[in-house]
């Protein structure tokens, strides 16, 4: 694997922590060489296009979700977030909550195929980093809604399946929302994956398997810089 020196903190070139504009500006991926807008950029100059950035973790939750039996989907977001090639921040991480959802559903009813899972990452792979911020809608929230979606095969032309994705989104977008400080893809992911079995056993009648609440721990706090500690539930208290 060619992703050893890859940073999984920060910027993934050289570490540095990342800079984010509040309006776009020209740059180039360092990888790819597309030229595109960016609001998130390394001080350093290095930009990597969303694609380029995700790639190596796309495979792994690929590879994972295809050969998983886990009904789980907490456990297998906290395995594959242990990867090396997963980042502490990032867009993997909508893939990953969109896949582990499809993935546990499949597993528990038969009632999805690989193929939807496959189309589960292509989907969550497409909403770029940063949008919690920019966009006014946390991706992991839009995540629970594609898993759904992929689930129901809703199209814009589907009544009751559209709108069933449509409110998934928004229970995990509130659930998310009422949380304190900075952006924490870990945390989002957590709160997104708890609306998400709940939306899940409502709707679809389905007993996902879960973490109970008080076992339901980070284990990245450490290398988190802007982690809220004590102000997030997931938070151990240990020691950097
Ligand atoms: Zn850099
Ligand atoms: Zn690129």
Known sequence: MKEQNKKTENCMICGEELAYLTTAIPAACIYCGKAESANIHCPSGHYVCNECHASDSIKIITQFC?????????????TIMKHPTMPMHGPE????????????????TGKATDEDIMEAIRRGATVPG??????????????TGIA??????ATPLTDHERRTANMMTSRALAAIASNRGVRC?????????????????????????YIPVSKLKCEHSFRNKQCAKADC???TGETE
């Open 66 to 78: 295809l050969s998983s039996t886990s009904k789980n989907p907490m456990e297998m977001a906290k």
């Open 93 to 108: 991480h909508h893939a990953m909550i969109a896949a582990v959802l499809v993935t546990a559903y499949k597993n528990l």
């Open 130 to 143: 940063g949008y919690c911020g920019l966009y006014g809608t946390d991706a992991a929230a839009i995540a």
């Open 148 to 153: 759904m979606s992929t689930v129901l095969k």
């Open 185 to 209: 893809c870990k945390r989002s992911t957590f709160v997104a994956l708890e609306s998400a079995i709940q939306y899940f056993r409502e709707v679809l009648g389905t007993e996902l398997e």
């Open 233 to 235: 539930r997931f938070y």
